[in-house]
């Protein structure tokens, strides 16, 4: 008996530093060891911190952002993004020449909190509500993938939304190749998620943001308009001609430009990757600010904060002169595939508004735009429709 005693201490003494060196390496060894991985590169930058990082600060300084509205302007990186600009104004401003990127100064100089993040948000103390709240979101999802699952194993259909002709069409690449080149459950989730925010809430709030800035831009409102109306009348807009609407895909492009719905993109490096003349090892997370990139002067140049669709009158590659500098819809291999389809919606929906009423701000609007997951105005969108 006390053998077996002193054999169950020993296995339970022995899982115990297990798991403690586990919990070491993930809160300080393996951050600490990026972080000098880093900086033997020339990168600058706030030092690692145990649990918290930078949490607290970057809590302060968006909080005090968002406290107040803003008069109407379209200069919203500072109460949208303030520790993203900041982290850009102090460290780094990467610019495309001869073929890499180059650095402020000519060196790498990127703060931890934004280049290799294992603090704050991802570590610090509001993971377990989040890890909740996406656990909870995942078994919602689960639960409708198995239903349909089932359904297809008893020989009916899949169904004909988006997520029926995912499964059915995931089904048939693992019967031709097998499972290895089908996709696994947890991405089914991930594509219904994505399915979600990118199909619903991306759609919506651009069409938020152009009524506002149509409501403040009533030239262009009136232009958008008389524009529906000589290719529709008061016809139910035909979707296949919604392409023809030219000064309505200009005023889009802008208020995505002013406004993207997603202002910053995320990647993680999965294994040792180079850029440039940088060596970034797997567990970095790269932050591109479209925002700061779609605000900037030195790229659409000193009317970069101002509302004029016409820079968009001959295509987004004209305006952009060919630079990687619009992206709203994310870009390279996982560039949204539903940019065609929403903006397809978004034309259709406002034409319809456009067909049948006018627009303006109320007079309590106040203009706050603000990141909830997708940049949405903070004290909502108070505008007065009246009936043409």
């Given at each position: 008996?006390?053998?077996?005693?002193?054999?169950?201490?020993?296995?339970?003494?022995?899982?115990?530093?297990?798991?403690?060196?586990?919990?070491?390496?993930?809160?300080?060894?393996?951050?600490?060891?990026?972080?000098?991985?880093?900086?033997?590169?020339?990168?600058?930058?706030?030092?690692?911190?145990?649990?918290?990082?930078?949490?607290?600060?970057?809590?302060?300084?968006?909080?005090?952002?968002?406290?107040?509205?803003?008069?109407?302007?379209?200069?919203?990186?500072?109460?949208?993004?303030?520790?993203?600009?900041?982290?850009?104004?102090?460290?780094?401003?990467?610019?495309?020449?001869?073929?890499?990127?180059?650095?402020?100064?000519?060196?790498?100089?990127?703060?931890?909190?934004?280049?290799?993040?294992?603090t704050s948000r991802d570590r610090g103390f509001c993971r377990p509500r989040r890890d909740g709240?996406?656990?909870?979101?995942?078994?919602?999802?689960?639960?409708?993938?198995?239903?349909?699952?089932?359904?297809?194993?008893?020989?009916?259909?899949?169904?004909?939304?988006?997520?029926?002709?995912?499964?059915?069409?995931?089904?048939?690449?693992?019967?031709?190749?097998g499972n290895k080149f089908g996709m696994s459950l947890k991405e089914v989730i991930e594509e219904?998620?994505?399915?979600?925010?990118?199909?619903?809430?991306?759609?919506?709030?651009?069409?938020?943001?152009?009524?506002?800035?149509?409501?403040?831009?009533?030239d262009w409102q009136d232009r958008a308009r008389d524009e529906v109306l000589q290719l529709f009348?008061?016809?139910?807009?035909?979707?296949?001609?919604?392409?023809?609407?030219?000064?309505?895909?200009?005023?889009?492009?802008?208020?995505?430009?002013?406004?993207?719905?997603?202002?910053?993109?995320?990647?993680?490096?999965?294994?040792?990757?180079?850029?440039?003349?940088?060596?970034?090892?797997?567990?970095?997370?790269?932050?591109?600010?479209?925002?700061?990139?779609?605000?900037?002067?030195?790229?659409?140049?000193?009317?970069?904060?101002?509302?004029?669709?016409?820079?968009?009158?001959?295509?987004?590659?004209?305006?952009?002169?060919?630079?990687?500098?619009?992206?709203?819809?994310?870009?390279?291999?996982?560039?949204?595939?539903?940019?065609?389809?929403?903006?397809?919606?978004?034309?259709?929906?406002?034409?319809?508004?456009?067909?049948?009423?006018?627009?303006?701000?109320?007079?309590?609007?106040?203009?706050?735009?603000?990141?909830?997951?997708?940049?949405?105005?903070?004290?909502?969108?108070?505008?007065?429709?009246?009936?043409?």
């Amino acid at each position: 008996m006390e053998t077996l005693l002193s054999s169950l201490a020993l296995i339970s003494c022995a899982v115990a530093l297990v798991y403690a060196w586990r919990i070491l390496n993930w809160v300080w060894l393996r951050p600490r060891k990026l972080e000098k991985i880093l900086r033997q590169q020339g990168f600058k930058g706030n030092s690692y911190k145990l649990f918290f990082g930078d949490f607290n600060e970057m809590k302060t300084m968006t909080k005090e952002a968002k406290s107040k509205p803003m008069t109407f302007s379209h200069e919203i990186v500072p109460r949208v993004s303030p520790s993203i600009l900041k982290t850009v104004e102090n460290y780094v401003v990467m610019r495309k020449e001869e073929g890499y990127l180059s650095f402020k100064k000519n060196r790498p100089s990127v703060s931890w909190k934004r280049f290799a993040r294992f603090t704050s948000r991802d570590r610090g103390f509001c993971r377990p509500r989040r890890d909740g709240i996406v656990r909870e979101v995942e078994l919602s999802v689960l639960g409708i993938v198995n239903k349909r699952m089932k359904a297809i194993k008893a020989g009916e259909t899949a169904g004909d939304d988006l997520l029926g002709l995912l499964l059915e069409s995931n089904l048939k690449e693992i019967e031709q190749h097998g499972n290895k080149f089908g996709m696994s459950l947890k991405e089914v989730i991930e594509e219904c998620k994505l399915f979600y925010f990118a199909g619903q809430e991306t759609t919506s709030t651009l069409l938020v943001w152009t009524m506002i800035l149509l409501s403040k831009h009533k030239d262009w409102q009136d232009r958008a308009r008389d524009e529906v109306l000589q290719l529709f009348g008061r016809d139910k807009p035909d979707y296949q001609e919604l392409n023809h609407l030219k000064i309505v895909s200009m005023i889009f492009h802008e208020v995505l430009r002013l406004y993207p719905p997603g202002v910053i993109l995320n990647r993680i490096t999965m294994k040792e990757s180079t850029l440039g003349k940088v060596t970034l090892p797997a567990g970095v997370q790269l932050l591109m600010p479209a925002v700061l990139l779609h605000h900037d002067r030195k790229i659409w140049g000193d009317d970069a904060e101002e509302f004029k669709p016409e820079r968009f009158s001959e295509g987004v590659s004209k305006a952009t002169q060919g630079q990687l500098v619009y992206f709203p819809f994310g870009w390279g291999p996982r560039i949204c595939l539903g940019q065609s389809f929403a903006m397809l919606e978004a034309k259709l929906a406002m034409a319809m508004i456009l067909q049948h009423y006018s627009f303006e701000l109320s007079p309590s609007y106040s203009h706050a735009p603000a990141t909830v997951i997708t940049l949405q105005p903070q004290h909502g969108a108070h505008l007065i429709l009246r009936k043409l």
